[in-house]
């Protein structure tokens, strides 16, 4: 409770400064990531790095972005509810790694119809605990969820002791194994399941009660509380939807990799993070959005696509990614340190009080 | 401390409660220790209970100066790409010819130019520390891997391997080391101005501010102060090992703040347990010991140390009866 929950904007406020035109701020919120996404792409075509391997607009090539991007992008939707809320889970990356494995062992053992069900059930038991630690234990959801990633992590280690598991090379026409390889027209089935997650992620976000209670929440925990809203319900909601993405996200993601270990996929819970909040999800809570979500998530694979283009060395890739977290965190964080900041303000501020002193 | 003198002499039982309450840990370190020596001979040579101290005073540095900064309510996760980023530092400029000295110097520089760094993103640029250090982990690993082109930096130097493998008066370096650093925390944190001004930051940021205390330095100052730590504690990882890598350290920042959250260091700021780190460490590495002589896999090291953790917290914040929205890193 600082005296930032105060001074957020209030809806009055918002129409009076979209009345009085184009406002840089209120633009940058609403379009600011979209457009970069535009710019880097136009800028893509043009530039059209390693020419060697074709031009950006290859259809290979757009099928394989849409490919990255959907396990990070259904991961993303889901962790844009955890910001919103007010909290993260750090974990991502262990589910991921850990349900990939199951899912992988389990389709050795039934085939398609028992991975695709171990997917989503190990993706689910991993959110239950997170939601049990936070709300049943009391544990910070910070620390709960970064202690719970070396135990994810540490169980898909030791199930991977002989070696990582394996999709075997014959299996790839199976119903599983087609998940990650059917396209329709150069649009990969992943992205298909990507976009359902979204759309199905906006309905309740904004179309229900209980996405009105999750914001609600993570604007104002203590007048959510006062209004009726269960804390320990919403965080339950929260960490359980975080699990079912993962169980979601694995699919698409080992069906088109075939294989995982323990380490598999080692700081994708940054990646998440980066672009829920370069999406402009604050993580002061209450405000977020899902649109913003899915142009940052396809700005972040664009971005990483473009690098491994110009041959960027991976060590330099970990850099940018983290000095981008960091801008995209410090443009959220000085807007809550000095909220309504802007320079065109502060010169109208200095003519006033010039015209005053002289009235 | 002696003005108040109590009406009645105290009874020993009602010491020894005292003395369990402010350092929770003795009875579970206890049990630990007991059940190993009797379950597995190896245990008890001196040179494996020599072995887990060694370990344990490595651990400890960094862990106190966790301490601080969990103190202050915050939280450092760079730390464990800090003692890569040192460690790779301090080897390549031994590796080229520049005097040992020297090296170690540069080491603790880069250690501390991590923390303002971390110090200033936090402070100036009101980022939440948990991620801030989350992104400086990346971007800190992102540069040893970079600097080192992904090598090792292999290296045999004396003057470097003196602070692993050398002895003062018989006692391993980092043992003597750790005794003197402890002791240091113990008169800070306790017994000068800045430790109390720690302890006010974490209890009210707000207040603090109000009362005139400079918030942004002190909190600049801890973070420079886990970045020399990072840096000690990468001079004597390299120095074990007498090599340079972008590969050490990942996952280290976890032992670290988990000795100070067992310790009973309350996350939520203003109380410091700097005995209760100490014994945090000397448990995890007992325990760690314990598993590596019952030779279990080295992943159940991982996943005790993350259910420690998580195993902790539970204890504390149930006993506190804490509101789930109470538990949000908003500040």
Same mark, same amino acid.
């Given at each position: 409770?600082?005296?930032?929950?105060?001074?957020?904007?209030?809806?009055?406020?918002?129409?009076?400064?979209?009345?009085?035109?184009?406002?840089?701020? @209120?633009?940058?919120?609403?379009?600011?990531?979209?457009?970069?996404?535009?710019?880097?792409?136009?800028?893509?075509?043009?530039?059209?790095?390693?020419?060697?391997?074709?031009?950006?607009?290859?259809?290979?090539?757009?099928?394989? %972005?849409?490919?990255?991007?959907?396990?990070?992008?259904?991961?993303?939707?889901?962790? @844009?509810?955890?910001?919103?809320?007010?909290?993260?889970?750090?974990?991502?990356?262990?589910?991921?790694?850990?349900?990939?494995?199951?899912?992988?062992?389990?389709?050795?053992?039934?085939?398609?119809?028992?991975?695709?069900?171990?997917?989503?059930?190990?993706?689910?038991?991993?959110?239950?605990?997170?939601?049990?630690?936070?709300?049943?234990?009391?544990?910070?959801?910070?620390?709960?969820?970064?202690?719970?990633?070396?135990?994810?992590?540490?169980? *898909?280690?030791?199930?991977?002791?002989?070696?990582?598991?394996?999709?075997?090379?014959?299996?790839?026409?199976?119903?599983?194994?087609? %998940?990650?390889?059917?396209?329709?027209?150069?649009?990969?089935?992943?992205?298909?399941?990507?976009?359902?997650?979204?759309?199905?992620?906006?309905?309740?976000?904004?179309?229900?009660?209980?996405?009105?209670?999750?914001?609600?929440? *993570?604007?104002?925990?203590?007048?959510?509380?006062?209004?009726? %809203?269960?804390?320990?319900?919403?965080?339950?909601?929260?960490?359980?939807?975080? *699990?079912?993405?993962?169980?979601?996200?694995?699919?698409?993601?080992? @069906?088109?990799?075939?294989?995982?270990? *323990?380490?598999?996929?080692?700081?994708?819970?940054?990646?998440?993070?980066?672009?829920?909040?370069?999406?402009?999800?604050?993580?002061?809570?209450?405000?977020?959005?899902?649109?913003?979500?899915?142009?940052?998530?396809?700005?972040?694979?664009?971005?990483?696509?473009?690098?491994?283009?110009?041959?960027?060395?991976?060590?330099?890739?970990?850099?940018?990614?983290?000095?981008?977290?960091?801008?995209?965190?410090?443009?959220?964080?000085?807007?809550?340190?000095?909220?309504?900041?802007?320079?065109?303000?502060?010169?109208?501020?200095?003519?006033?009080?010039?015209?005053?002193?002289?009235? | 401390?002696?003005?108040?003198?109590?009406?009645?002499?105290?009874?020993?039982?009602?010491?020894?409660?005292?003395?369990?309450?402010?350092?929770?840990?003795?009875?579970?370190?206890?049990?630990?220790?007991?059940?190993?020596?009797?379950?597995?001979?190896?245990? $008890?040579?001196?040179?494996?209970?020599?072995?887990?101290?060694?370990?344990?005073?490595?651990?400890?540095?960094?862990?106190?100066?966790?301490?601080?900064?969990?103190?202050?309510? =915050?939280?450092?996760?760079?730390?464990?790409?800090?003692?890569?980023?040192?460690?790779?530092?301090?080897?390549?400029?031994?590796?080229?010819?520049?005097?040992?000295?020297? &090296?170690?110097?540069?080491?603790?520089?880069?250690?501390?130019?991590?923390?303002?760094?971390?110090?200033?993103?936090?402070?100036?640029?009101?980022?939440?520390?948990?991620?801030?250090?989350?992104?400086?982990?990346?971007?800190?690993?992102?540069?040893?891997?970079?600097?080192?082109?992904?090598?090792?930096?292999?290296?045999?130097?004396?003057?470097?391997?003196?602070?692993?493998?050398?002895?003062?008066?018989?006692?391993?370096?980092?043992?003597?080391?750790?005794?003197?650093?402890?002791?240091?925390?113990?008169?800070?944190?306790?017994?000068?101005?800045?430790?109390?001004?720690?302890?006010?930051?974490?209890?009210?940021?707000?207040?603090?501010?109000?009362?005139?205390?400079?918030?942004?330095?002190?909190?600049?100052?801890?973070?420079?102060?886990?970045?020399?730590?990072? &840096?000690?504690?990468?001079?004597?990882?390299?120095?074990?090992?007498?090599?340079?890598?972008?590969?050490?350290?990942?996952?280290? =920042?976890?032992?670290?703040?988990?000795?100070?959250?067992?310790?009973?260091?309350?996350?939520?700021?203003?109380? &410091?347990?700097?005995?209760?780190?100490?014994?945090?460490?000397?448990?995890?590495?007992?325990?760690?010991?314990?598993?590596?002589?019952?030779?279990?896999?080295?992943?159940?090291?991982?996943?005790?140390?993350?259910?420690?953790?998580?195993?902790?917290?539970?204890?504390?914040?149930?006993?506190? $009866?804490?509101?789930?929205?109470?538990?949000?890193?908003?500040?």
């Amino acid at each position: 409770m600082t005296s930032a929950d105060v001074q957020k904007r209030t809806p009055l406020t918002a129409l009076a400064e979209r009345a009085r035109g184009f406002h840089l701020g @209120t633009f940058w919120d609403r379009w600011g990531i979209t457009a970069v996404l535009a710019i880097l792409v136009i800028a893509a075509i043009v530039i059209q790095p390693g020419v060697d391997r074709g031009a950006f607009l290859n259809i290979l090539n757009i099928t394989s %972005i849409l490919k990255e991007a959907s396990y990070l992008g259904i991961v993303a939707c889901a962790m @844009t509810f955890a910001v919103i809320n007010g909290t993260f889970d750090l974990s991502v990356g262990g589910q991921l790694a850990l349900t990939s494995i199951v899912s992988l062992l389990a389709f050795g053992i039934g085939g398609s119809g028992l991975a695709i069900a171990a997917a989503i059930f190990t993706g689910i038991a991993c959110g239950l605990v997170n939601s049990l630690l936070v709300t049943a234990m009391r544990v910070p959801p910070f620390v709960a969820t970064l202690g719970m990633l070396f135990v994810f992590r540490g169980i *898909g280690t030791l199930l991977t002791a002989d070696g990582p598991a394996k999709l075997p090379y014959a299996d790839f026409g199976s119903v599983f194994g087609q %998940i990650g390889k059917i396209s329709f027209g150069g649009i990969p089935l992943v992205f298909v399941i990507m976009v359902a997650f979204f759309l199905v992620g906006f309905v309740i976000l904004r179309r229900t009660g209980l996405g009105r209670q999750v914001i609600a929440f *993570g604007s104002s925990p203590a007048a959510a509380k006062f209004s009726g %809203i269960s804390a320990v319900k919403i965080r339950f909601f929260v960490f359980v939807f975080l *699990g079912l993405s993962v169980g979601i996200a694995a699919l698409t993601y080992v @069906t088109r990799i075939g294989t995982a270990d *323990g380490a598999a996929q080692d700081g994708f819970e940054l990646r998440v993070i980066t672009a829920a909040v370069l999406g402009g999800a604050s993580l002061q809570g209450g405000k977020g959005s899902l649109v913003g979500t899915f142009s940052a998530v396809m700005l972040v694979t664009v971005l990483n696509d473009l690098f491994r283009d110009l041959q960027v060395d991976s060590a330099w890739q970990r850099i940018i990614l983290g000095c981008v977290l960091v801008v995209a965190l410090a443009i959220d964080g000085l807007r809550t340190k000095f909220p309504g900041f802007s320079v065109f303000r502060r010169v109208t501020a200095l003519r006033d009080q010039r015209v005053a002193r002289a009235g | 401390m002696t003005t108040v003198v109590s009406a009645k002499p105290r009874s020993a039982a009602s010491r020894l409660r005292e003395v369990l309450a402010s350092a929770p840990l003795t009875i579970p370190l206890l049990m630990v220790v007991v059940g190993l020596a009797i379950a597995v001979p190896a245990f $008890r040579t001196g040179g494996n209970i020599e072995n887990i101290l060694y370990a344990a005073s490595i651990l400890v540095i960094p862990g106190l100066a966790m301490t601080l900064c969990i103190t202050m309510g =915050e939280f450092d996760l760079s730390i464990g790409s800090t003692l890569t980023l040192t460690g790779a530092v301090a080897c390549t400029l031994i590796r080229d010819g520049y005097p040992s000295a020297l &090296a170690l110097l540069a080491a603790l520089l880069v250690g501390a130019i991590v923390g303002i760094g971390n110090g200033l993103i936090i402070t100036k640029l009101g980022v939440t520390p948990f991620i801030a250090t989350l992104a400086t982990l990346v971007i800190v690993r992102g540069i040893a891997q970079a600097y080192t082109g992904g090598q090792n930096v292999q290296v045999a130097d004396p003057f470097l391997k003196f602070f692993a493998g050398g002895r003062v008066l018989g006692v391993p370096f980092p043992i003597v080391l750790a005794i003197v650093v402890i002791a240091i925390f113990l008169w800070v944190t306790y017994r000068t101005r800045f430790g109390r001004w720690v302890a006010a930051v974490g209890s009210n940021r707000d207040a603090a501010r109000l009362s005139g205390l400079p918030v942004d330095r002190i909190r600049i100052t801890v973070y420079v102060l886990i970045g020399l730590a990072g &840096a000690v504690w990468g001079i004597i990882i390299s120095s074990q090992l007498q090599r340079g890598s972008a590969i050490l350290g990942v996952g280290f =920042e976890l032992q670290a703040i988990t000795i100070v959250v067992i310790g009973g260091t309350s996350l939520l700021g203003g109380r &410091a347990s700097i005995i209760g780190t100490v014994l945090g460490a000397l448990l995890i590495v007992t325990i760690q010991n314990g598993l590596n002589l019952l030779n279990v896999p080295p992943a159940f090291q991982d996943i005790s140390v993350g259910l420690l953790l998580v195993g902790a917290l539970a204890i504390q914040a149930i006993r506190r $009866r804490v509101p789930v929205e109470a538990l949000d890193d908003k500040r």
